[in-house]
């Protein structure tokens, strides 16, 4: 059994910016507490960085630039494959520390990305071909220069690894700011690279999104830019990528389509519920957060689906019968219940949950019930992102119907189907406009399987080798080979 002590003996109680291989105050001599969700404890301080700390950040990155876009791809993937190693040894680290700062239970994922990349680099091939009056045409990819990585909150480690290894494989320096409530698992990461790699390729300033954040945005030296985050804020950033003329990839926000016929088991639809919406108390951009549900067995999955939330332990992560942890932060949770008193008020059923947790440890953190409403896709509740434990149950009649209701809304960014005919699976899953759709299983993310949005879900795709075009640019080459020269 783990204490609140063990796991946070895996943070440091002060960090700060990794900046040109160093470690730095920020100039205006500041910090900023990170606190633990289960809690409310403070788990460190955080040096709290401005637009002076992003420009010596982007100078760093420039002056290593020369040097690391020459490197030849043997040599950053076998760097590559070094940080794979340090993060599985140390992964208990790892693990802890990203779950302290998140209030989730305790999964790691992150050595996989950079081996997959250190792949991706060796096989980035360009292009030859010979053409009229014997010219050869070289396509070689070339990296971009400085790009500025911007990351959300509810995966910090994960997303880091996310964004990290593309761009360094295809030869970028890099300026990643996390965000403010869980910049912990990025900078264990630069502890860990940080012999690795030759100062300034890669910098983590930490600080503010009005200052830290929108100087990356803003900074003449970034010349691309990666975000994860909502979708009003990834407007913001295309915005500012567009005044630039600097190409952005946005990883946004979601309201996915799980839907459910009434051939399934009963066992499988529960785990695939429980994966789609209550894992990491809803918080995850690609939760099943619309459950469309055939109406000829709706009220047994219904049943079901209280049966099992009622055996959900909620609790702090370092507790181990813990299912389900707090959500972020308390704003979090109150927009969590306002949006359920919202439904109320458009006429959603709450069939289960629906009120903070109280007493205990429940009182220091930010802790909800899961909740399962029932209503209409066409209910605020069902077209906005919520982002907490909080499913709306539609029910549908026809396939057809199933597909229209879950294409019937702004986002695209993931989903589900659950039925044992193949045939009307695969037709659901190309019927629904969204970047990615799991059949029979939900929330299954490999290095391989690309991800990223349709619609207001943003553009471009992480996790596959597709990536690593967006971070490079095409050199187009002619060699004229042809002794005969026209006048
Ligand atoms: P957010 O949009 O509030 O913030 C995202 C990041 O942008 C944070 O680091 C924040 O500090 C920063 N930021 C905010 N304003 C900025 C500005 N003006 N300039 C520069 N940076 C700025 O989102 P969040 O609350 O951190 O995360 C939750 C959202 O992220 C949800 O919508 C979720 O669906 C989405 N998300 C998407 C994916 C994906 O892969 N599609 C993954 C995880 C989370």
């Known amino acids: 059994m783990a204490t609140y002590e063990y796991a946070k003996s895996f943070i440091d109680p002060e960090y700060k910016m990794f900046i040109d291989g160093k470690w730095v105050d920020a100039i205006g001599g500041e910090t900023f507490d990170v606190t633990c969700p289960c809690n409310g404890e403070v788990l460190a301080k955080c040096a709290k960085g401005d637009e002076r700390d992003v420009d010596r950040a982007v100078k760093a990155a420039w002056k290593a630039w020369p040097e690391w876009s020459q490197t030849t791809p043997m040599e950053r993937a076998v760097i590559l494959n070094k940080i794979a190693d340090l993060i599985d040894e140390n992964e208990e680290k790892i693990v802890w520390a990203n779950s302290m700062e998140v209030g989730t239970t305790r999964f790691a994922w992150g050595s996989d990305s950079f081996r997959y990349y250190a792949g991706c680099c060796l096989t980035n091939d360009g292009l030859a071909n010979v053409t009229e009056n014997h010219r050869v045409n070289i396509v070689l990819n070339e990296p971009i220069g400085v790009v500025g990585q911007i990351s959300a909150w509810n995966g910090p480690f994960i997303m880091a690894c996310m964004k990290i290894p593309p761009a360094l494989a295809a030869g970028n320096c890099i300026v990643y700011r996390p965000s403010s409530h869980t910049p912990i698992g990025t900078l ?42 909502s979708t009003e804020t990834g407007i913001k950033v295309a915005t500012a ?77 370092w507790e181990d019968e813990t299912l389900t942890g707090p959500v ?39 802790y909800i019930e899961p909740t399962i409403l029932e209503g209409t896709n066409d209910m605020t509740i069902a077209r906005e992102e919520i982002f907490g434990p909080t499913p709306v149950f539609i029910k549908f009649h026809t396939e057809e119907e199933a597909i229209a209701m879950a294409n019937d ?12 005919d193949i045939n009307k699976a695969l037709r659901v899953a190309r019927g629904i406009r969204t970047g990615s759709m799991w059949v029979n299983c939900y929330a299954e993310m490999f290095y391989g399987y690309p991800f990223g949005g349709y619609k207001n879900s943003g553009y471009g795709r992480e996790m596959h080798k597709m990536t690593m075009d967006h971070y490079s640019q095409k050199k187009s080459i002619v060699i004229n080979t042809s002794d005969y020269m026209p006048i």
């Open 188 to 229: 264990i990461l630069a502890q860990l690279v940080a012999d690795l790699l030759p100062p300034g390729v890669l910098n983590v300033v930490t600080g503010p999104s009005s200052t830290c954040g929108q100087a990356i945005l803003d900074h003449p030296g970034i010349h691309k830019v990666s975000f994860t985050g």
């Open 328 to 366: 972020i932060y308390e704003e979090q949770l109150q927009k969590i219940l306002r949006y359920i008193d919202i439904g109320r008020k458009e006429g959603a059923n709450i069939a289960y949950g629906g009120h903070r947790l109280t007493g205990g440890i429940y009182d220091k953190g930010s």
């Open 409 to 420: 809304n702004s986002y695209g960014l993931a989903g589900g189907v659950y039925t044992r």
């Open 241 to 317: 990528a567009a005044k630039k003329l600097i190409p952005a990839t946005l990883e946004l926000g979601g309201k996915s389509a799980c839907i459910f016929f009434d051939d399934v088991d009963m066992n499988n639809a529960m785990i695939g519920l429980n994966m789609a919406i209550f894992m990491m108390s809803g918080q995850m951009c690609a939760a099943g957060s619309r459950v469309f549900i055939q109406d000829t067995f709706y009220d047994k999955f219904l049943e079901a689906s209280i049966q099992m939330a009622k055996t959900f332990k909620i609790g702090p992560v």
